[in-house]
Structure formats: structure tokens, C-alpha cells
């Protein structure tokens, strides 16, 4: 009696459980990602992301004491702050071996005569009984507290600093220049294809149909190389336009295919009644088809985005490397390259390179799950 239609399984717990462990898996480094954009480089690579509301004690990277020394009495003086903002020291040293090795406030000797006093609010007094001219000054570790630092200047770098190694305004502009032409062109050409293929009767049209869902298989590195050729040798190897056709006759197949299945399962009537009361072929798909699939055209229409956005290996081939053309993935591995340790630039760049991907995907997900199952049920 378990299996009864109707009666909700016993597993629905294990559902649950799994959905919620999905969207926790690609929700928590969202977030994170989102967060750490807006936080210092210092702030990330001191302490995570979910610790960005809390004030944060960490180990400073060594500071070597500089300033002009002045003359007072029988001693040389130099006097300044190792660090700026609203920080406050905890503990001090003047050795990687015990950098925590005094109190703020304390005056330690450094032999020779040099004694050093460090506050808790990073300003320091360095005395000697010779000038510091020519010698090397002392090193200091800190560890310090501070407070939550929020800025917007990461996106004004990333976003507005042209072809820098730092921006990727110039790359952003690219990839959209890229990606919606190359997810309109393919819709276009593949819902005429559809609907050809679902209702009008033409000889081969099996054949083509076998072809199109054949062509699904084909791997696209294999094709890249004789299609830059061709490419080539007609003149538009290297530019928009080429990339553009690659990535239409890479998504046709799937297209065709997806939107095929749901015309197939629109409802005959409303087509044989349109042609009876002396609508065209092309009135009917205009007036009739295309509102009734656009389901199926939003669904594609997200994977088609998805795939041309995050693109890189066409994009390089077709596109190249340089700075004017190079599309926002491709700056992004030249920042791990070039900017490894800025962690805040990477962290805002990377988000900003998923932010619109997230807008189309969040706009049209309604469409999705019936667009997916075009043509399964009956």
C-alpha cells in the first residue's frame, strides 16, 4: 500500500534536505563574494567574510620605521605613525620570532643607546644618542584591532579604469557586445527552423530533424579549428562578427531541438483553424507560434546567455587577447596573473562577472522548468 498514486512519499524529508543543502552550497559563496567586494584587502586576507560586521584583531605584515630625526639635547629623535585609521595595537615586537613580545606603551631597548616606544595608537618615538643618518632602522610586527571598513572604491577601479591591470570596464563591454547578439541570432534563426520542422511537411524532414539532435553530440574544440579557417579565408576570422557565427552554429543544434519539442506539442487546432480561416505559414508563426513558446524561447534564451557570458576558449579563438577585445573571463585570468594578492579587486571583479548572469537567470527562472520539458508530456 506504499505505492498508492497519490500519497506523498515518505522520502519528501530527503528532498528538502537535499534542495536546502543545493541552494547553501551556491548561496553561501555568493554572498561571501558580494560581501568581501566591498571590504579592504587587509580586512580579507586578515579574516573572512563572515566575520566583517565583528572588529578584527590580526597580525600586520612588518613595518620599518622612516622619518626625519630630530636633534634634541644630547639625543636624535624620530617620531611618526606606522599605521593610519582607527586602529589600535595590541601587542608588539621587533623580531618575526616574538612579535608579540611587548605591551603598547613599553620603551624597550635596542642596545646601543636606541630605545623604541610603540602606543596603542601605532605612534612610535625612536631615541639614540647618534644620528640615525645612513643606518638601517629597526623593523616592528604588530598585532592590531580594527574596526569594520565598508568602500565603494573597489567597483570605481574595477569598472572605470579602462584597459588597466586593474579594470574591467573596457572587458565588460565586450562580453556584452558578445553576448547578446550571439543569444538573439541563434533564437531567431532556430525558431523559424522549429517551426518548419514541427509543422510544415517538406521531404527530408526526418532526415534534418536526425541531423540537428545528431549535431548535439559534436564537441566543440573539434569544429573550432576548421571554423576559424573558414573564417579566415572569407575575412571575419578575427572580430565580432565571427565570433558571433561560431557561437550561432554551436547553439543551433540544442536550440532547434529544444524548441521543436514544445511547438510539437502546441495544440493542433488552433493551427488547422488559423489555416482554415487563411492565415499564412509566416502569420501563423508570428501571431500564434512564438507567443505560445515563449516558454521555450526564455529557456534557451538563459543557457544561450549563460554559456556566451562565461565563455572563454571561443571568445580567445575568434576574438584574440589583446586589451581592446578581450573579454571579460580572459581579464579576469589575467588579474590571478598580474593581481594575485589584491584580493579585493579579484573579489569585485568576480562578483561583478556573475551579477548580470544572476539578473537574467532570476528575471526569467519561471520559464525555465517549462521550457525544459517541452515536449516530454502529452
Do not use: C
Amino acid at each position: 500500500m506504499d505505492n498508492i498514486a497519490g500519497k506523498k512519499s515518505s522520502l519528501t524529508w530527503a528532498v528538502h534536505i537535499s534542495v536546502v543543502v543545493l541552494v547553501a552550497l551556491w548561496l553561501f559563496p555568493t554572498v561571501g563574494l558580494f560581501v568581501s567586494s566591498f571590504r579592504t584587502g587587509d580586512q580579507i586576507s586578515s579574516s573572512g567574510w563572515w566575520q566583517s560586521l565583528s572588529t578584527q584583531e590580526s597580525q600586520l605584515s612588518p613595518i620599518r620605521i622612516e622619518g626625519d630625526e630630530t636633534a634634541t639635547g644630547d639625543a636624535f629623535v624620530i617620531e611618526g605613525t606606522l599605521i593610519s585609521g582607527d586602529t589600535t595595537v595590541s601587542a608588539w615586537g621587533t623580531s618575526s620570532r616574538e612579535p608579540n613580545a611587548y605591551e603598547p606603551g613599553e620603551t624597550v631597548d635596542l642596545g646601543d643607546g636606541q630605545t623604541l616606544t610603540v602606543n596603542d595608537d601605532s605612534t612610535y618615538v625612536l631615541t639614540g644618542p647618534e644620528t640615525f643618518e645612513g643606518t638601517r632602522l629597526p623593523r616592528v610586527f604588530m598585532t592590531a584591532s580594527s574596526p569594520p571598513v565598508w568602500t565603494v572604491e573597489n567597483y570605481g577601479t574595477v569598472l572605470f579604469t579602462g584597459t588597466a591591470a586593474a579594470g574591467i570596464g573596457q572587458a565588460f563591454l565586450n562580453t556584452l557586445t558578445v553576448s547578446i547578439p550571439a543569444t538573439i541570432i541563434p533564437i531567431l534563426i532556430a525558431a523559424f527552423a522549429a517551426y518548419a520542422l514541427a509543422w510544415m511537411e517538406f521531404p527530408g524532414r526526418a532526415l534534418l530533424v536526425a541531423t540537428v539532435v545528431g549535431l548535439l553530440v559534436v564537441p566543440l574544440q573539434l569544429a573550432l579549428i576548421p571554423l576559424l579557417q573558414i573564417h579566415n579565408t572569407i575575412g571575419i576570422g578575427k572580430g565580432y562578427l565571427g565570433v558571433w557565427l561560431a557561437h550561432t552554429g554551436f547553439g543551433l543544434p540544442l536550440a532547434i531541438y529544444l524548441l521543436r519539442n514544445y511547438m510539437v506539442g502546441l495544440p493542433r487546432d488552433i493551427i488547422e483553424n488559423a489555416k482554415v480561416d487563411g492565415a499564412s505559414d509566416f502569420q501563423i508563426f508570428v501571431k500564434i507560434i512564438l507567443p505560445l513558446s515563449f516558454p521555450a524561447l526564455a529557456s534557451f534564451a538563459i543557457f544561450q546567455f549563460l554559456w556566451t557570458w562565461n565563455d572563454l576558449l571561443v571568445a580567445l579563438v575568434f576574438l584574440g587577447a589583446d586589451d581592446d577585445s578581450l573579454v571579460l573571463t580572459g581579464r579576469l585570468v589575467n588579474l590571478l596573473g598580474s593581481r594575485g594578492g589584491d584580493w579585493e579587486i579579484l573579489a569585485t571583479s568576480a562578483f561583478v562577472s556573475i551579477a548580470v548572469p544572476l539578473v537574467v537567470f532570476f528575471s526569467m527562472q519561471r520559464y525555465l522548468v517549462r521550457g525544459l520539458l517541452a515536449g516530454s508530456v502529452k
